[in-house]
Nanobody
Framework: QVQLVESGGGLVQAGGSLRLSCAASGRTSSSYIMGWFRQAPGKEREFVAGIRWSGAITYYADSVKGRFTISRDNAKNTGYLQMNSLKPEDTAVYYC??????????????????WGQGTQVTVSS
């Protein structure tokens, strides 16, 4: 079992920044992939970014490329999502998730085994 707890969400004006954190505990492994997803009201949950825990290989959705940065701190067992140049369309509940099994970073929600409870990000115009 892996437990994930997100933090760092909030209200920010367009153009501003936020950093989300995802603290992992339980049976973690350097082979895992951590992904960030988001879900806006009335929309499906969508992939935002992913990182291989060991090799720091990253992958981003086109909608956030160049604005968001995913990273991890192995010593703290924590992943981060730095979000810059935020837009109102980035407003959503953000979730972190862990994929135990796949080698490549997957965009499918079904590939991920464990999920956090989510943190709200609201970007005002």
């Amino acid at each position: 079992q892996v437990q994930l707890v997100e933090s760092g969400g909030g209200l920010v004006q367009a153009g501003g920044s936020l950093r989300l954190s995802c603290a992992a505990s339980g049976r973690t492994s350097s082979s895992y992939i951590m992904g960030w997803f988001r879900q806006a009201p009335g929309k499906e949950r969508e992939f935002v970014a992913g990182i291989r825990w060991s090799g720091a290989i990253t992958y981003y959705a086109d909608s956030v490329k160049g604005r968001f940065t995913i990273s991890r701190d192995n010593a703290k067992n924590t992943g981060y999502l730095q979000m810059n140049s935020l837009k109102p369309e980035d407003t959503a509940v953000y979730y972190c998730a862990v994929d135990r099994a796949n080698f490549r970073i997957e965009e499918r929600t079904g590939a991920y085994d464990y999920w956090g409870q989510g943190t709200q990000v609201t970007v005002s115009s």
